[in-house]
């Protein structure tokens, strides 16, 4: 049991600290925060945020700072393959 989780909200399962990449869209664009605590149920994998980290996720996603850009492959998938 972890203090600053608690238990799963969803399934009661344990939620452990980890270090995750988080992807999200903002303004129509993609972005990714890398290295951000988060919670995770070690049961059904639902992710968790400390206020505090909330907070700093949110700031982040209206910062124009950019740190690092990448490339990020497309691909369509294609409805006749299916
Ligand atoms: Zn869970």
Same mark, same amino acid.
């Given at each position: 049991m972890n203090s600053q989780? $608690?238990?799963?909200?969803? =399934? *009661?399962?344990e939620v452990l600290e980890r270090e995750?990449?988080?992807e999200?869209?903002?303004g129509g664009r993609l972005f990714i925060i890398e290295s951000v605590p988060? $919670?995770?149920c070690q049961q =059904? *994998?639902?992710?968790?945020f400390t206020a505090v980290v909330s907070e700093e996720l949110?700031?982040?996603a209206k910062s124009s700072q950019?740190?690092?850009?990448?490339e990020v492959p497309v691909k369509?998938?294609?409805k006749a393959a299916a």
């Open positions: 989780y $608690g238990d799963c909200y969803y =399934c *009661g399962g995750v990449d988080l999200f869209r903002w988060t $919670g995770v =059904c *994998g639902e992710r968790f949110d700031r982040l950019v740190d690092r850009l990448i369509v998938f294609q």
